[in-house]
């Protein structure tokens, strides 16, 4: 029943995204979790999970790919365009996770999680944590964003990345 709702708002979107502006819809609001299906102005549509808190927000984007990209934003950063940095990321007590060649991009900073098993266990840390910690690479603290309602904003960003794949339109 949910996925039959999220292909009818993926076909909505992929028809509006041709008029040149960006469009979102939310699938799931959970204590400090939004998850929406967004549609770009090249027609391209996405889906993404994200805690925001004023300024900050940590956001999970996916596309048909399954290919998961992670986002941290920081209104107050200036990380310039075009480098490179080596973070860490640390959710509640697991194990450090290493974000090697971590994108830094004006406020924010990207990295693509593994495809795989590492990618699935970071889902599921994401998923049963309480909070992730966003560090640079001599481990100093530079961001942490609350994981409460993670588990169902994870579980709808799944379900919405399935929308994705279902909509296979071969003359599009």
């Known amino acids: 029943m949910r996925r039959a709702m999220i292909v009818a ?7 509006h995204t041709a008029t040149a502006e ?41 596309g048909a790919n399954e290919l998961v990209e992670l986002q941290f934003y920081d209104e107050s950063w200036d990380l310039g365009k075009d480098q490179t940095a080596n973070l860490k990321v640390q959710i ?10 971590a994108e830094l991009h004006l406020q924010s900073v990207f ?4 495809d795989g098993n590492d990618g ?3 889902l599921n840390e994401v998923m049963q944590g309480d909070a992730l910690y966003l560090a640079n690479d001599q481990g100093d603290q530079v961001g942490s964003y609350s994981l409460a309602g993670s588990r169902a ?3 709808a960003l799944i379900e919405c990345v399935a929308g994705l794949k279902a909509d296979t339109n071969p003359f599009q």
């Open 22 to 62: 960006a469009t979102s819809e939310t699938l799931l609001r959970v204590k400090d979790w939004e998850v929406r299906v967004v549609g770009f102005d090249d027609g391209s549509v996405s889906c993404l999970a994200q805690v925001t808190h004023g300024p900050v927000s940590f956001s999970m984007w996916s």
């Open 9 to 15: 708002l993926l076909v909505g979107l992929s028809a």
């Open 153 to 155: 904003a994870v579980g």
């Open 92 to 101: 509640d007590n697991y194990a450090v996770w290493n974000l090697s060649n």
């Open 111 to 114: 990295f693509n999680i593994p």
């Open 120 to 122: 699935v266990d970071f």
